[in-house]
């Protein structure tokens, strides 16, 4: 059986590091540090020094300034998702566009901002039927077609 693992061992091994260094006790770590710590430093250290190359071949421009700085970065100042009408009822379901069709004093309410839209546009027609829509901004012609079939406009912050 040995003789058989033998034969099929990796051929290499007499190769490898490790055999090299047979006999020499620190295995090329020093007697002293042991192969401990950070001999370059801990982290990004020395990306302007020792190990500079490698920030100036694989980061370019990781050092250094560009232009001003915006103390109050405020991002999404213009984004503004809008729906047009004839979208709207499609974030109510079917189910709940019949259950309150027949009923006289519940009206269904579609709050835009949860549905991830921030504007109402007014392309399109709407179903006779009255709905409160909660959003941040409406169109003239969106407010007046809701208003034209008995809904309302809800602004919300």
């Given at each position: 059986m040995f003789i058989i693992s033998f034969l099929f061992s990796d051929q290499s091994t007499h190769k490898k590091k490790?055999?090299?260094l047979r006999g020499h006790v620190s295995h090329g770590h020093g007697r002293i540090g042991k192969h401990?710590?950070?001999?370059?430093?801990?982290?990004?250290?020395?990306?302007?020094h020792h190990h500079r190359i490698n920030f100036d071949k694989y980061h370019p421009g990781y050092f250094g300034k560009?232009?001003?700085?915006?103390y109050h970065l405020r991002r999404n100042t213009k984004w503004c998702p809008s729906l047009n009408l004839d979208k709207l009822w499609t974030l109510v379901s079917e189910q709940q566009r019949l259950k309150y069709?027949?009923?006289q004093t519940k009206v269904p309410v579609?709050?835009?901002?949860k549905a991830g839209y921030y504007k109402l546009l007014g392309?399109?027609?709407?179903p006779?039927?009255?709905v409160i829509v909660k959003a941040k901004f409406f169109s003239k012609l969106a407010e007046?077609?809701?208003k034209a079939v008995g809904g309302a406009c809800v602004l919300s912050a």
């Open positions: 490790t055999r090299k401990r710590k950070h001999p370059g430093g801990r982290g990004n250290a020395g990306g302007l560009l232009g001003m700085r915006n069709k027949d009923s579609i709050d835009l901002v392309k399109g027609r709407l006779k039927q009255p007046d077609k809701i």
